[in-house]
T-cell receptor, first 113, second 112 residues
Framework: GAGVSQSPSNKVTEKGKDVELRCDPI?????LYWYRQSLGQGLEFLIY????????KSGLPSDRFSAERTGGSVSTLTIQRTQQEDSAVYLC???????????FGPGTRLTVL | TQLLEQSPQFLSIQEGENLTVYCNSS?????LQWYRQEPGEGPVLLVT?????EVKKLKRLTFQFGDARKDSSLHITAAQPGDTGLYLC????????????FGQGTELSVKP
């Protein structure tokens, strides 16, 4: 079966532009997570969606970051007015339910020039 | 503030050697997970430990959860070049929807 997919795989943008990153979770997975991985570092939690509940946005680093999940499936992470420090790999993961195994996508590598 | 301190950050060894990676925290976790990540891919779960003192083995890999559920270790016996990769520990504090707190990772290189 298909795993978690993310698009684009690479994104290069200019400082100040807005970007949208997409995540397609595994079908039937109710929980969806976004993480950020800076060069050579571990993952940093950004936001978590579970079913129809209000998302846990506690990891978003600033109000330039937002995310939505439509129809309980596809999710989009939006970064407005990108800064160079936003350059990182953005990873999405999904799981059948909270505390079950998380399956990660391959990530989107974002480079802000 | 790094809640999970992972060490060493880099490790380069010869094939056949043994190694141990440590993951330490001052916080208690309901469970701790170990992942392996290869370049251009997302992390893949190796094991989850949930009980203090628990030991799990996966072929040449041995995982241990500390008695107080604040630390964990990964031991690899007779490392092979195929073990090369980034190893990540991640803790879950419970009642937080499965949100994971990751260590910085250990970049392992096993030379033939």
């Amino acid at each position: 079966g298909a795993g978690v997919s993310q698009s684009p795989s690479n994104k290069v943008t200019e400082k100040g532009k807005d970007v949208e990153l997409r995540c397609d979770p595994i079908s039937g997975h109710t929980a969806l997570y976004w993480y950020r991985q800076s060069l050579g570092q571990g993952l940093e939690f950004l936001i978590y969606f579970q079913g129809n509940s209000a998302p846990d946005k506690s990891g978003l680093p600033s109000d330039r970051f937002s995310a939505e999940r439509t129809g309980g499936s596809v999710s989009t992470l939006t970064i407005q007015r990108t800064q160079q420090e936003d350059s990182a790999v953005y990873l999405c993961a999904s799981s059948l339910s909270p505390v079950r195994e998380q399956f990660f996508g391959p990530g989107t590598r974002l480079t802000v020039l | 503030t790094q809640l999970l301190e992972q060490s060493p950050q880099f490790l380069s060894i010869q094939e056949g050697e043994n190694l141990t990676v440590y993951c330490n925290s001052s916080s208690v976790f309901s469970s701790l997970q170990w992942y392996r990540q290869e370049p251009g891919e997302g992390p893949v779960l190796l094991v989850t430990v949930v009980t203090g003192g628990e030991v799990k083995k996966l072929k040449r890999l041995t995982f241990q959860f500390g008695d107080a559920r604040k630390d964990s270790s990964l031991h690899i016996t007779a490392a092979q070049p195929g073990d090369t990769g980034l190893y990540l520990c991640a803790g879950e504090k419970g009642n937080q929807g499965g949100k994971l707190i990751f260590g910085q990772g250990t970049e392992l290189s096993v030379k033939p």
